[in-house]
């Protein structure tokens, strides 16, 4: 089957795929057709910042001068067949969305991802499916205008379920769009400045970074920085816009380093001629996570990330350059022990000026020797932990063209919320909301709508389900303030220190991959928590870090926690221990198959020695570890002595 492109006349088939463009010398490097080693293509005249546009009506995959495996597996995903011959995420989804149908085929669910939206249905119900659509917006370091804000939030009860979802990737969810609806709220969302693009499927994802609007120079590099990633590994090709737009794009010129960034092929990582310079026809072999941050500040969970990139600064404060943490992943699945959550390591360090051309060359690593047979398997962690970071790293080094510099040394990781008041250091104050489970809702909805009408403010979303409020002059913080409090959005030192630092995913009833609860159960799991503080004699102000999700993928990041609740069956889950306070440990698994009702039996025991038993200021996570999870059975069994 060939499917031609439109906007080239490239033809692509399930097989192998090659576009033919200029040679160029002096260095020479081996071209893949399809994901098969080819031939050898010469090249001339590299030079970074030196696009080559090819004329040709076919697309050529140039990959590194590194000499690639002498086998590659040569079976492929059904995904990976779909995006080949999807005309650059087209076909069929442009058809599907045109029939009078209520959903969309299998097809078209995976390539509309790509596009921001899961086809979902409410499993609460029975009887024949409703189906409707969950739309996740992008907007890199949570950056969210006071015009796209009251956007949402309209869209939200016009053509939503009527709430918001804040995620742990700074974006919102917005649930229940119907199919028919679809193409007014993303063409609402383009025009009003958001984007949905790129909020899902296999490609880079939202780009996190500090929510804070300090006016430090190192957080606003930090955010700069984030968006300009965002923007070179957007998709570039059109179809976004051909789609929710009839072809008319409504966007801002990237920045020229981007620019310039996107299009240099010196080093093989473009695809050179195709609509889609550095993802060519099959993208990525599954999704792909950045974060940027600051020194100490893991508001991010830095180490979770594929890419983990830490601004540099001299002592004077100006942004020298950047570290980079590579192979951090969160995703699992149940009883396949060769799945795992991952924390990412150090690669080395970059000069400022050279951080998109080192991020796209870790990107056309993954790109070219991520698996594509097994989408379990997919994430760029497999390959490091399979390859070891010295490998990855001399492989990566061929795109990039250099060396990497030595990882600079950091200071301790601290986890900030960014909750309650703080000045920005402009004379102007934010104020950061608590959302529980970043779910805003009712009367909580209308008052932050009628604040953020009313002063003008725009808004920034948190990695931890959270909201801040920016720009907010001294004299409007007592009635801004007075106004949160009458819907129970109150300051952290009022909410239970248990609630601010937890997360849960959606979960029931719309996520089709739940296998239980999460948004729904941690609100009482949390009080239960707090019941058996109360029991063991443990005070108000201590706390733990509490994650829940629904099934293994970790959307709430539970393997970070210092404990961990990961749904495997239904009103069943799997504990995890051992997670750190500043989100720099894995937890590990500690039971398996309890179900709700014995959480009790469980953890009473636990928080009874920790309470007890541990050092001065040591927190649960840290207890855990250091007692190990046999002295923990032992507390168990001892509370609860087997009954003959």
Known sequence: MEITSQLTGAAFSSGGVIQQGPTRSPCSFTAFDGLRISRSVHCENAQKGTAIISKSSTIKAVTSPVKPPTKLKSKRSKVEIIKEQSNYLRFPLNEELQTEASNINEAAVQLIKFHGSYQQYNRDERGAK???????????????????????????????????????????????????????????????????????????????????????????????????????????????????????????ADPPDVIEARNDNSHGTNFEGSPEPIYGVQFLPRKFKIAVTVPTDNSVDILTNDIGIVVISDEGGEPQGFNIYVGGGMGRTHRMEHTFPRLAEPLGYVPKEDIFYAVKAIVATQRDYGRRDDRRMSRMKYLVHEWGIERFRSVVEQYYGTKFGSFKELPAWEFKSYLGWHNQGDGKDFVGVHIDNGRIKDAAKAALREIIVKY???????????????????????????????????????????????MACPAFPLCPLAITEAERGIPDVLIRIRKIFDKVGLKQSDSIVVRMTGCPNGCSRPYMAELGFVGDA????????????????????????????????????????????????????????????????????AWFPTKN
């Open 130 to 252: 409703s189906y409707q659509f969950m739309l996740r917006t992008k907007q890199p370091s949570g950056k969210v205008s006071n015009r796209l804000y009251l956007v949402m939030d309209e869209l939200a009860d016009q053509f939503g379920i009527g709430t918001l979802r804040l995620t742990t990737r700074q974006t919102f969810q917005l649930h229940g769009v119907l199919k028919q609806n679809l193409k007014t709220v993303i063409s609402t969302i383009i025009r009003n400045l958001g984007s949905t693009l790129g909020a899902c499927g296999d490609l880079n994802r939202n780009v996190l970074a500090p929510a804070a609007p300090y006016r430090r120079k190192d957080y606003l590099f930090a955010q700069e920085t984030a968006d300009k990633i965002a923007a070179l590994l957007a998709p570039q090709s059109g179809s976004y816009y051909d789609l929710w737009l009839d072809g008319e794009k409504i966007m801002s």
């Open 456 to 502: 003008d403010l725009n808004v920034r979303l948190t990695p931890n389900q959270n909201m801040i409020l920016c720009d907010v002059q001294p004299g409007w913080k007592q009635d801004i303030g007075k106004v949160l409090k009458q819907v129970g959005l109150l300051e952290p030192q009022w909410v239970d220190p248990l609630n601010l630092t937890s």
């Open 570 to 637: 239904p009103n069943s889950y799997q504990i995890w221990l051992g997670g750190s306070v500043n989100q720099t440990r894995l937890a590990d698994t500690f039971l398996e198959k309890v179900k709700v009702q014995d959480f009790e039996r469980i953890l009473t025991p636990i928080l009874f020695h920790w309470k007890n038993e541990r050092y001065e200021g040591e927190p649960f996570g840290d207890f855990t570890v250091r007692v190990g999870f046999g002295k923990l059975q032992e507390y168990i069994d």
